[in-house]
């Protein structure tokens, strides 16, 4: 099966920094290829800002032609809506947290363009169960269906390495930005013993102080390269990670993978099992999300055979619920629908 994974135009694929749609691409590519299909990733990019998306959308038609094609898998919400009105059949799969965070006009935009992208695809594809339910609670006429189908991780990659865990160490991944909330992080790690080390874009120096000044040791490694980065998963004890807004975390997918107890609030539900590989603790008290998030890290801290124990569990989680391979079998129904419908017209394959 001939699939066009299109990008956004906005980033290339793989990034070359940080760009988690374009990094998710690139490694659903790969595993759609070492499955035995052909996929193809049409993207073209600019200037690297947001707003390249428009005239990479424009040029798509004249890209499509030049491709032979029985899927398109769209997965930014102007690229859905371009070939929604050129009349294509197409995949398409939602990363944006506009679903949940919209404090400005740009994501009050993005959040129509949203709707309107899911409202007007052939099929969809949620990422996890939450957004799964606010799009059939929001988007008119309802769906007829959603498919939840996490994006996956790759457990070869991201790994345990036991003998080099001290113990000390709790990882954040993610941009150092307010709705992040690693100052909240900051505070609950206080008096534990864990040094809380960030890696990640530091978009904001003010936010960044605070988070510094929050609690204990803190550490802000800024953007880290891949290959820091899988030490960091590797050698690490815990995974953090208080984030308001989320789809789903490749970070939290990765932590799992290199068997790390993941601690956090109620945006890991559906990935996370609570008490067996981490824990999730309600966040509509902000003091108290603090004070439980302390307590959770403060038994992980002191109780090494428990770390073990769920960081085994996260593991096997990853490769039997997250992996790649399982990833791509769940959407081969979903592109053969979409593959019935096309036509000569839209570019099919003969």
Not at 61 to 77: G, M, S
Not at 157 to 166: C, D, N, Q, S
Request: with cysteine.
């Amino acid at each position: 099966m001939r699939i066009l994974l299109i990008g956004g135009g906005v980033q290339p694929i793989p990034p070359t920094g940080y760009g988690a749609i374009e990094r998710i691409l690139a490694e659903f590519e790969g595993a759609l290829r070492a499955a035995g299909h052909d996929p193809v990733i049409v993207n073209r990019v600019r200037h690297g800002r947001m707003r390249d998306e428009y005239p990479f959308a424009r040029e798509l038609p004249k890209l499509l032609a030049a491709e032979r094609f029985d899927v398109l898998h769209a997965n930014t919400p102007v690229v859905a809506n371009r070939l929604a009105g050129r009349h294509l059949p197409f995949v398409y799969t939602s990363h944006s947290r506009h679903w949940y965070y919209r404090e400005r006009l740009s994501h009050r935009w993005g959040y129509y363009l949203e709707r309107r992208a899911v409202r007007r695809a052939t099929e969809v594809v949620a990422l996890s169960p939450g957004l799964a339910r606010t799009m059939s609670s929001v988007v008119r006429p309802p769906l007829p269906s959603i498919t939840v189908i996490p994006f996956g991780v790759d457990p070869v990659r991201f790994r345990p390495a036991w003998e080099r865990r001290t113990g000390r160490f709790a990882l954040g991944v993610g941009v150092v930005a307010s709705f992040k909330r690693w100052a909240w992080a900051a505070r609950a790690l206080r008096g534990t013993g864990l040094t809380l080390r960030i890696a990640g874009p530091i978009v904001s120096p003010s936010y960044a102080d605070e988070v510094r000044r929050a609690g204990g040791p803190v550490e802000l490694l800024g953007e880290v390269p891949e290959d820091a980065l899988e030490r960091l998963f590797a050698e690490s004890d815990v995974l953090v990670h208080p984030s308001s807004v989320e789809i789903l975390s490749a970070a939290v997918l990765e932590g799992l993978a290199a068997g790390l107890p993941v601690l956090g609030g109620p945006t890991l539900e559906g990935c996370v099992r609570d008490g067996a590989t981490g824990s999730i603790v309600p966040d509509r008290d902000p003091v108290a999300f603090v004070e439980q998030l302390h307590a959770r890290a403060q038994e992980l801290a002191t109780d090494a055979p428990r770390r073990r124990s769920m960081g085994d569990a996260a593991r096997a989680d990853a490769e039997e619920r997250f992996a790649w391979p399982q990833v791509v079998a769940a959407h081969l129904p979903i592109y053969s629908r979409v593959a019935a419908r096309a036509t000569p017209a839209a570019g099919a394959t003969a």
